[in-house]
């Protein structure tokens, strides 16, 4: 160590002086690239906490997050906030619980913090506000959307329902670049705001964008939503038709050896059929009325006897005269029949498939030519196309009318044409490979980071700082001793004196290789008899 030490300090003081500060300036950078490729590894990744806020919500967000000795990076001019990935969730609660950011909106925590003596109307007021906070947060949850306001009518109860104003609401969207939002994201935003608000009925929210231009539909255009509505079903019909081709025939074929396309038109409209039918040969008895009656009239002759009670009594016995009892009967029916009749009241259902329309491209095998050596060319040579057989496009149009739910009677087609692709098939682990790289870097991508910082250390220690200290600690040369005679006048004296005869070399080949030197002295004397003969 000591003679190390001693080497080191010896040949630093050999050097000039702007040697030295340019060695203690390269040492020192070196030295500091360790700790700073270090820190690189070790920094975590920052993700943005909040964006687009006010100087006031900056500051006070800056003052939280070092309070709880966070570590974050402030950009954008102040209007962004970064903190770690592992903690933007936990941070938003934490914030939100605080009531920051305040220009987001005030949420239902601004109850937490309610005094004494506060009046009705101020309680109404704060119940708004905290209602248009929790609506703009819910919906700036939705990716398209950077930034929300929600305005709120509430009009106070009347006593007549007929006096009563309905509530109102518009919502104001600042929508990020190049996202707009979909008929059917408008329509979940207005009933999610209608559903919030007591007593809101959704033709009374208004949606508009940052432009100015209004998102919603009202009762005007229900009209053309219902044909926004229709058209999107259909597709949706179609698309889940293709998909249940395409994935099947992938698992046949391959993939990317066919092409799906389905045109499948919806009939729309509500159709009520109502149908009555008469069945003469089929009669039934609709009403029945029968009546009898029956009289009997008893004839009366002139009565004998004693004049008294004893005359009167129908056990008396009277005298035989006069004529006899008299009868009469009546009778009446009266039947109606009804033929039989059958009414049917029948509604077909809407969306129902009018007809289907699927067209399919199937791509051909490839086969790669034989080489002279009978071996298979390389990839590089053309490949030759090879349509399927007929048999098996039979078998597949098969397949795809099953898949689909061909019906003749409806007037379906089904068209499958075997063409050669344009683009080559893809190889077969090319993409398990990608899908593995990429699940490799989503599992490891962290731990890799900081050991490929430190590896760099390593390659600055052993590449820079190690070079140096070596040729720091070796010992000066010895210096050279000139003659006392001096040095020559010129280079031509300097280079005769250093400089060997012929012979001189000749001798010193010689004696370092004796058998080349015989054997050149050999072909010497050969050539010399050669010419002499």
Do not use: C
């Not at 900056?58 to 592992?86: H, S, W």
């Amino acid at each position: 160590m000591g003679t190390f030490s001693e080497s080191l300090v010896s040949n630093f003081q050999a050097l000039t002086l702007g040697q030295r500060l340019g060695a203690v300036v390269v040492l020192a950078l070196a030295i500091a690239t360790i700790p700073m490729l270090m820190m690189l590894g070790k920094e975590p990744e920052l993700v943005v906490l909040f964006s687009q806020l006010d100087s006031e919500d900056t500051r006070a967000i800056i003052q939280e997050l070092g309070k709880q000795g966070v570590t974050y990076e402030v950009g954008e001019g102040g209007n962004t906030i970064q903190v770690p990935a592992e903690r933007v969730h936990e941070l938003r609660l934490q914030l939100a619980s605080v009531g920051l950011p305040e220009s987001a909106g005030v949420g239902f925590e601004i109850f937490d913090r309610t005094g004494i003596g506060v009046t009705p109307f101020t309680q109404q007021m704060n119940y708004r506000r905290a209602l248009q906070g929790e609506l703009a947060r819910t919906i700036s949850q939705i990716s398209q959307v950077d930034r929300v306001r929600v305005h709120l009518v509430i009009p106070e109860k009347r006593l007549f329902a007929s006096e009563q104003k309905p509530a109102q609401a518009a919502v104001v969207l600042t929508l990020k670049r190049g996202k707009p939002l979909g008929a059917t994201q408008v329509q979940g935003i207005v009933h999610l705001v209608a559903s919030s608000v007591e007593g809101l009925d959704p033709s009374q929210v208004t949606v508009v964008d940052n432009h100015g231009e209004v998102l919603s539909q009202n009762s005007a255009d229900a009209e053309a939503q219902l044909t926004a509505t229709q058209i999107e079903t259909q597709r949706r019909v179609e698309h889940d038709l293709e998909q249940r081709v395409q994935t099947m025939l992938d698992q046949v074929l391959g993939r990317d050896k066919s092409v799906v396309r389905v045109t499948a038109p919806l009939e729309f409209r509500q159709v009520e059929t109502t149908e009555e039918s008469f069945d003469p040969n089929s009669q039934v008895v609709r009403s029945e009325n029968r009546s009898q009656e029956k009289v009997v009239e008893q004839g009366l002759g002139p009565q004998t006897g004693v004049p008294g009670v004893q005359s009167n009594v129908p056990s008396a016995q009277r005298s035989a005269g006069g004529p006899g009892p008299k009868e009469a009967k009546r009778k009446n029916e009266t039947l109606n029949y009804e033929v039989n009749r059958k009414v049917s009241k029948i509604i077909e259902p809407t969306g129902a498939i009018q007809r289907l329309s699927v067209a399919v491209l199937v791509d051909g095998t490839y086969e790669a030519p034989e080489g002279e050596s009978g071996k298979a060319s390389d990839e590089a040579s053309a490949k030759k196309y090879t349509p399927r057989p007929e048999q098996e496009i039979q078998n597949l149009i098969l397949i795809v009318k099953k898949a689909v739910g061909f019906s003749e009677e409806r007037g379906d087609q089904i068209e499958m044409i075997n063409v050669p692709f344009e683009t080559p098939a893809v190889h077969e682990g090319e993409e398990g490979m990608t899908a593995g790289v990429q699940a490799f870097l989503g599992t490891w991508g962290g731990f890799i980071k900081p050991v490929l910082f430190f590896f760099l250390g390593v390659m600055v220690l052993w590449f820079v700082i190690r070079p140096m200290a070596l040729n720091f600690s070796k010992p000066l040369a010895a210096p050279v001793v000139l003659p006392q005679a001096g040095l020559p006048a010129t280079v031509t004296e300097y280079e005769a004196q250093i400089t060997e005869t012929a012979q001189e070399k000749a001798m010193k080949l010689a004696a370092d290789n004796p058998a080349s030197a015989a054997h050149v002295i050999r072909t010497w004397i050969k050539e010399e008899q050669e010419q002499k003969a």
